[in-house]
């Protein structure tokens, strides 16, 4: 019997497919980039499949590629001839620990349902991103996820008490706990958070949760630059003593193209501004959000930080202030291909990297439109390239290789990271060599430990 035919008969007919039709969607990423292929998806249902899967790779000698919801934006979870291992059908929650303000989920749940799971029981899952219907917390967990709230609640890792993951050999490690404080030795659960699967499979998570705000208040402001939006940030996070949990910088043109591509979205100004901060603060107290928005933004408003405002009046109306800044992706998308730059730089510094590498990409490429967006509060830009006219091609995406490198190199001069929260995948496998030679190399020999065969995700991160 042939590996595949072992591991097709200990998963059973639910737990496998050879079907085009249902591969095809999973053998690409979201964005169209890469195409992959598979000769097996494979379903598990359980831990103990996932086992006896990897287990049966292991002995053979046959490469796996993890995937979660098959949100990822930089190939990470794209086959190419590996099989193609899905954890969508892991999806139970195994245990609401209110008193130790926790939760234990399996890989496969969405993070929307989470969120939820959480409310139900009267907390908080912080983690909020634009894809956060469909993306799973095994993916999230293995690309060390951000979102809006790393301001106030921190990256994925921070979010994590315990692991649960299946090794490159088969074995299961069973990190399951929810501690606050294990000072045992190495933290093991951290290697495989933004491990990106080369390490292992995730199969569950226990999960930190937070009190519930008594009230939420959002606010959509206009600004003059990113200079003023990082002053509106200091300003904020003191006038509301720790209680602000995002601030997002949205520039005009991305505003546009969400109003153009985004339906039931629209301009909350009549007059135009060239650039956006949308905040939130979670206050303890019912009354004491909105009061305390509007405190903060008057001062603001009289320091010169912000040229309007529009206070959230309802849940609804914070909704639609967040679906202007969470759909820029897919605004982007609509509006052509572009080359998309997930970096972080020191918050103080973010302004003077956005100028410095606009100019230069506008004097390389003349014509092109730079959106740059994203998370004020933790120095995650988004810094985007593309053609003002829709409907650019790869042809395009191609011509933008040298902005890249020189946005990278604008990235390392300011003290930044090429990736802040999307991950390496296959994207940037080369920058991480060229810029972090040392980093690739001891995370080679962690790789080469855990997993000698090298059947796990084997071409993400630094290639095999």
């Known amino acids: 019997m042939t590996a595949i035919d072992r591991i097709k008969s200990v998963l059973g007919p639910k737990g496998w497919s050879e079907d085009p039709a249902e591969i095809g969607p999973l053998a690409s990423d979201w964005r169209g980039r890469y195409q992959g292929e598979t000769p097996l998806l494979v379903k598990p249902a359980s831990t103990e499949e996932v086992s006896n899967v990897v287990a049966i790779c292991h002995e053979a000698g046959i490469a796996i590629t993890p995937q979660g919801g098959n949100t990822g934006l930089v190939g990470g979870g794209t086959p190419q001839g590996e099989i193609l291992l899905t954890t969508r059908r892991m999806n139970a929650v195994r245990e609401t620990d209110i008193g130790n303000d926790s939760l234990t989920v399996e890989a496969g749940c ?202 959230a009046e309802s849940e609804q109306q914070a909704k639609d202030f967040w679906n ?8 982007e ?51 985007n390239v593309a053609r003002t006219e829709p409907g650019a091609g790869l042809d395009f995406a191609k011509s933008t290789e040298p902005v890249t490198a020189m946005i990278y190199d604008k990235v390392a001069k300011y003290g930044g990271s090429i990736s802040a929260e999307h991950g390496i995948g296959i994207m940037k496998r080369t920058e991480l060599a060229e810029k972090r030679p040392l980093d690739v190399e001891l995370m080679k020999a962690i790789k080469t430990a855990l997993d000698p065969k090298g059947i796990m995700n084997p071409r993400m991160i630094f290639g095999s």
């Not at 519930?212 to 200079?227: M, Q």
């Not at 202007?324 to 605004?331: G, S, V, W, Y």
């Not at 572009?338 to 004097?363: G, L, Y």
């Open 333 to 383: 998308k609509a509006h052509g291909r572009a080359a998309k730059h997930d970096v972080s730089i020191p918050v103080s510094k973010m302004p003077a990297f956005m100028a410095e590498a606009t100019e230069e990409a506008e004097r390389m490429l003349p014509g092109v439109m730079i959106i740059a967006f994203g998370h004020v509060g933790d120095g995650n830009v988004h810094f």
């Open 110 to 311: 969405v993070l929307e349902a989470i969120q939820h799971v959480a409310a139900d029981a009267g907390r908080l899952f912080p983690l909020s991103l634009g894809s956060q219907g469909s993306a799973t917390i095994g993916g999230l967990i293995s690309t060390n996820a951000g979102g809006v709230h790393v301001l106030r609640y921190g990256m994925m890792r921070d979010l994590v008490l315990g692991l649960e993951a299946v090794l490159p050999d088969g074995r299961v490690w069973n990190g399951l706990r929810g501690l606050r404080k294990d000072n045992t030795g190495y933290d093991l659960k951290q290697m495989l958070i933004g491990a990106e699967g080369t390490l292992g499979v995730i199969t569950a998570a226990t999960l930190k949760l937070f009190p519930k705000p008594g009230e939420i208040s959002v606010a959509f402001t206009a600004v003059d630059s990113p200079e003023a939006a990082v002053s509106l940030l200091g300003h904020m996070k003191t006038a509301t003593v720790g209680a602000l949990s995002a601030l997002e910088l949205v520039p005009r043109n991305a505003l546009e193209l969400v109003v153009q591509h985004i339906p039931g979205t629209r301009d909350p100004f009549a007059d135009t501004h060239p650039w956006y901060a949308l905040l939130e603060i979670g206050a303890a107290r019912a009354g004491e959000g909105r009061e305390m928005m509007e405190a903060a933004l008057g001062e603001a408003f009289e320091a010169g930080l912000i040229r309007d405002a529009v206070i």
């Open 324 to 331: 202007l800044r969470e759909p820029i992706a897919e605004a």
